[in-house]
Structure formats: structure tokens, C-alpha cells
């Protein structure tokens, strides 16, 4: 049906059908037959509302959702996981699909977004869906910083979120089902990493 969109493609296959009993009509009219005069006429001139359908029932350009991706991710037999690794990405996937949209197609995400949502993190308090149960990651985050909480999940919790859904979409471009990943790169600074490296140097 030349789309990938299982929607779009119902669409033209009911196009598809009447084009084809046009034909048969048409085939019966030229061998003297009985013809239905309305599958007759329905090609000779585009119907009124044809153009307006197009526009307002576009293919989706977009293709697979956010939530449909992480799935797919999750589901790929040719990686091996550990149950330790996936219960990592699940408790990943949880978070971010509610921050930028479980329906949000994958290559609407723009960079500015996933930015946006390194904010949300950033005022995520420890134990967020203990404390908040009723409340989303970004109504979380939103009351956090007018609370001016300091009880916040550090950068290494931020980096590890980041780092999974970098991991999600570099398997999308892989598969072809993304041109690139937004979230290429990103990560907050890390004090305890910092220090870390300092004593690393002094102790050289």
C-alpha cells in the first residue's frame, strides 16, 4: 500500500477495492452486461471531498511512538539481558515516557525537549512516586522547586536515566526507525565524579 502506517494502509486498501469494481464495471459495460451506474462513475471525476481527506488524514510521518519503541527495544531477541539490566531500562522507561509522552513519536523528539527533561530530573526528590504517588514527574518537579526541596536524586541517577534513553535511540537509528538521536551527549556534571578524579591526580 506503499505506507507503513497499518491506519493509512487500511484506508487505501477500501480505494484499492472500489478501483477494482470500477474495473469490473467497467469491463461489464463493454461486453453488454447489467452495470451498477454509480461504481461506474465513481473514478470518472475525483469526488469533492477527496483533496480535503488528504489533508486532513496525512500519512504519519512520524512512524513509532516513544512508548511502541522502548518495546520494541526490550523485545529485540538478539540482545541477551540480564534481569538486572532490564528491571534498569523498565524502571527508565517508566520515567522518561512520562515526562516526554508515551504517544509521542520518536522523531518529534527535538533536543530542546529532551533537555526540558533533564530539568524535570534534576527536581525529582529520592523515593518521587513514594512521596508523590498521585503526581507526575514534571507536577513532581514543579513542586520540588516551589517547596525548594534539596532531598533530589543526584547526577549519577540523572546520567544513568540519560544514558539508557540514549542507549534506546541509538538502537532506533540502527534499525532505521530514527535519522538521529537527540538525546546524543547529553549529561550533567557530576560532583562526586569530579572529586573523585581530583583524588585520583593527588594520589598519583
Known sequence: ??????????????????????????ARSRVGLNVDPIMLE???????????????????????TL???????MDDPTRDWSPTTRMAYQTT??????ILGADTPV????R?????MIEVLRWQPRNASKLFPKLTPIEIAERAKAEGRTDLINAAN????????GGVLNWAVKDELLDSNTAQGLCVPD???????RLTLITI
Open 1 to 26: 500500500m506503499g505506507t507503513d502506517s497499518p491506519t493509512v494502509a487500511k484506508r487505501r486498501a477500501l480505494r484499492v477495492a472500489a478501483q477494482i469494481e470500477h474495473e469490473f464495471e467497467i
Open 42 to 64: 465513481a473514478f470518472t471525476e475525483p469526488a469533492p471531498f477527496a483533496a480535503a481527506a488528504s489533508v486532513a488524514e496525512p500519512e504519519e510521518p512520524n512512524g513509532i
Open 93 to 98: 522507561k517508566r520515567l522518561v515516557v512520562a
Open 107 to 110: 522523531r518529534s523528539i527535538s
Open 191 to 197: 560532583p562526586t565524579e569530579r572529586s573523585a578524579n
Open 158 to 165: 540523572i546520567n544513568t536515566y540519560l544514558n539508557k534513553l
Open 67 to 73: 512508548s511502541d519503541l522502548y518495546d520494541a527495544y
Open 112 to 116: 530542546s525537549q529532551c533537555r526540558e
